[in-house]
């Protein structure tokens, strides 16, 4: 009876939307009947789950009110005025259909919902994306709502197909010589914008990577170039970085904060699915252009994402471009500007960093090579500090399939996790002078540079602390790509100019589903002798 009863719970709490606008959250429902309770003394022996600090409904509902305590706050400011008042681990009811969710704040917690995530981990995506591909445009989407939304074997049979293709390393690098390419292109960009005087950008530099982020995404998913670097740009590649920026504030809205609109479709959501609308047509011109384009034969050795998974499944392949192109942009964008920010605010760091990118590219003329490219610790570990200090995201999320005790408290299946590394990584408890910038913490003394000391004390030896790209079999797919691209751009960058930044104040950030940098955004960029 205490089995069916959880099971029930759990089979609700998950249900995501059917046409007639009710939930059904389309997360693992078998598991719900393979559900058993613990009764083993460490679950027996913790407090009970209602026991966990907490709001309840409408103390929660209150604090999104005028006047509440979470009221027009952002993701971050939302989960430390939480922690503030609640402690290090605390739990969130679920509202609107959405499941119970616990925030901690401990890497211990972080170990054992990893470690009993399954082979099929749960992960709430984005339910206005699911609702939009399976409800609203199965014309087009074919009942594939993508990497980002499926669950359970849905989820596990495109992971399966798109793994070899995106997270094999040998495969991505094949894109260097053309990444490298457009990197170049984006020098000579940056140069004709350059003040040679004041070596300031006549330009929003923000937007000028987001552009280089979009033509180098473009060429790894359909081997198009945009020309965003070149003097006549395609003007739907501008139309789509726009409605990617409206996506994005939306879904914080839609997705994350308590919202009616699975049960009753707002004004405000309607725009969102418009949106959605511009996004997929826009992306799937370029992917119907792309495939007519493959079927002239050509003297090409690589292929581009979409050919490859074109030979295994053509539905799968849309969908799966379709998310490279939306995913491709802001993200990998933030990510690089705020390495770029870190290294501009730390110049000895930086000139510990340009040492190393001269003995790989002691030419600027020169070509970077999978071999040339290969030993470049100091740039890696450039870039893993930068990403603990602002990672992309606060957290990392699952839904528990099993039964589970955190820090001290029963945890029952089909609850939310949400693991707060970003607030972890931040810690001198986990990394010494955490608010330094110190990239020697990442390395090992046999790969330090000439002239640098490694200090891998100064980093946790706790390594649930520091995923910015997730974990287990969700880690995220686009890991090698948007770290390819990131490298390929700093090593051109850092060969060219020497980076500062200017405004007085700290790089400023506002955070929906991501973390994007925002406000005054301004370097100055001092060419490097070419002859060094």
Request: with cysteine; net charge positive; glycine share 6%.
């Amino acid at each position: 009876k205490y089995n069916a009863k959880r099971a029930k719970a759990f089979s609700e709490s998950n249900e995501l939307f059917t046409h007639n606008g009710s939930f059904f959250y389309q997360t693992q429902l078998e598991i719900a009947g393979n559900l058993s309770a613990r009764s083993d003394g460490k679950w027996t022996q913790a407090k009970s789950y209602e026991e966990m600090p907490g709001p309840s409904t409408l103390k929660m509902i209150s604090y999104f009110m005028p006047g509440g305590a979470l009221r027009n706050t952002n993701l971050i400011q939302m989960n430390r005025r939480m922690r503030e008042m609640y402690g290090d681990i605390y739990r969130m009811p679920g509202m609107m259909g959405k499941p119970n969710v616990v925030f901690t704040y401990n890497p211990q917690d972080f170990e054992v919902t990893y470690r009993n995530e399954g082979v099929w981990p749960l992960r709430i995506g984005l339910e206005s994306f699911s609702y939009y591909r399976k409800v609203k445009r199965p014309d087009v989407f074919g009942g594939i709502g993508g990497l980002v939304s499926e669950q359970g074997q849905a989820w596990a049979d495109i992971r399966n197909k798109v793994n070899p293709v995106l997270m094999k390393v040998q495969n991505v690098r094949q894109s260097l010589p053309q990444l490298d390419q457009i990197a170049r292109e984006f020098i000579d960009k940056l140069e004709s914008l350059r003040n040679p005087e004041t070596h300031t950008l006549q330009a929003n530099f923000h937007e000028e990577l987001k552009n280089w982020a979009f033509e180098s995404i473009s060429f790894v998913a359909l081997n198009t170039r945009m020309g965003l670097l070149s003097d006549q740009p395609d003007p739907n590649a501008a139309r789509l970085a726009k409605y990617m920026g409206e996506f994005f504030n939306y879904s914080f809205k839609y997705d994350v904060q308590p919202s009616i609109w699975p049960y009753y479709k707002t004004p405000g959501f309607k725009d969102f699915l418009r949106t959605y609308d511009n996004i997929t047509e826009i992306t799937t011109n370029y992917i119907e252009t792309a495939m007519k384009r493959f079927e002239v034969k050509d003297d090409r050795k690589t292929k581009c994402v979409l050919e490859q998974l074109l030979e295994l499944n053509k539905q799968v392949a849309v969908v799966m471009v379709m998310d490279m192109l939306m995913a491709g942009i802001d993200t990998t964008s933030s990510a690089t500007l705020t390495i770029l920010y870190h290294l501009a605010k730390n110049p000895s760091k930086q000139d510990h960093l340009r040492r190393e990118i001269l003995r790989v590219l002691p030419e600027t003329k020169g070509s970077l090579t999978e071999e040339s490219t290969k030993n470049m610790p100091y740039l890696r570990a450039c870039i893993k500090e930068a990403l603990r200090i602002t990672s992309i995201t606060p957290g990392n999320f699952r839904i528990t399939t099993k039964d589970l005790v955190l820090s001290g408290y029963q945890v029952p299946a089909g609850t939310g996790v949400l693991m707060g590394v970003l607030e972890l990584s931040n810690s001198d408890e986990y990394f010494a002078r955490s608010a330094d910038f110190v990239p020697e913490r990442w390395l090992k003394s046999w790969s330090a540079p000439d002239g640098v000391q490694a200090c891998p004390e100064a980093r946790s030896r706790n390594p649930f602390v520091y995923l910015p790209f997730g974990f287990g079999p969700r880690t995220c797919i686009g890991k090698r790509i948007a770290e390819l691209e990131i490298e390929t751009l700093l090593v051109r960058l850092l060969r060219s100019y020497k980076v500062s930044w200017l405004p007085e104040t700290p790089m400023q950030y506002e955070s929906t589903i991501i973390l994007a940098p925002c406000g005054d955004i301004r370097f100055k960029l001092e060419p490097v002798d070419q002859s060094m």
